[in-house]
């Protein structure tokens, strides 16, 4: 019996330090690139090929990009990324295909800016925010000294 509960209890440590993988954006693989012809493939041939674009160019319609990752968890451990690529195509004004390149598959680590962005406004100090309401309001207002008089004498 003690046997059978270590079989198990092993067995399980075992499962839980596989690798779990996923995939992420569109990986796109050589022989798919290599389907691709410039000067004679259209867009609807890429699409077709390589499926939507994962981004296209925020100031060029005619620029597409493919951006993969695969990446490999295991255990409590972080994520690491074990294949990424970035895959650029260009198009003519008339939709076919001028080229097809990859542009690297390392992502830039991008610095968080910690600095404050001002803002206009008033800058009150604690004691400012907690007095400052002090003497705004007028107690209840007699109806009678209202423009108008009360309708109701």
Request: charged share 25%; net charge positive; with cysteine.
């Given at each position: 019996?003690?046997?059978?509960?270590?079989?198990?209890?092993?067995?399980?440590?075992?499962?839980?330090?596989?690798?779990?993988?996923?995939?992420?954006?569109?990986?796109?693989?050589?022989?798919?690139?290599?389907?691709?012809?410039?000067?004679v493939?259209?867009?609807?041939?890429?699409?077709?090929?390589?499926?939507?674009?994962?981004?296209?160019?925020?100031?060029?319609?005619?620029?597409?990009?493919?951006?993969?990752?695969?990446?490999?968890?295991?255990?409590?451990?972080?994520?690491?990324?074990?294949?990424?690529?970035?895959?650029?195509?260009?198009?003519?004004?008339?939709?076919?295909?001028?080229?097809?390149?990859?542009?690297?598959?390392?992502?830039?680590?991008?610095?968080?800016?910690?600095?404050?962005?001002?803002?206009s406004?008033?800058?009150?100090?604690?004691?400012?925010?907690?007095?400052?309401?002090?003497?705004?309001f007028?107690?209840?207002?007699?109806?009678?000294?209202?423009?108008?008089?009360?309708?109701?004498?």
């Open positions: 019996m003690k046997n059978l509960c270590f079989i198990l209890l092993a067995a399980t440590a075992l499962t839980a330090c596989t690798p779990m993988v996923s995939n992420r954006g569109n990986l796109v693989k050589d022989y798919q690139m290599a389907t691709l012809q410039p000067g493939t259209t867009k609807s041939d890429v699409l077709r090929a390589l499926g939507s674009p994962t981004t296209q160019d925020a100031f060029d319609e005619n620029k597409w990009f493919y951006i993969g990752q695969v990446k490999s968890k295991t255990g409590i451990f972080d994520p690491k990324v074990t294949e990424e690529r970035i895959v650029a195509v260009t198009f003519n004004k008339d939709g076919i295909m001028e080229s097809i390149k990859d542009v690297g598959g390392k992502g830039e680590a991008i610095p968080y800016n910690r600095d404050k962005t001002p803002t406004g008033h800058d009150y100090t604690v004691m400012q925010q907690l007095l400052g309401n002090l003497g705004r007028n107690g209840q207002t007699d109806k009678k000294s209202l423009p108008g008089g009360d309708p109701s004498h």
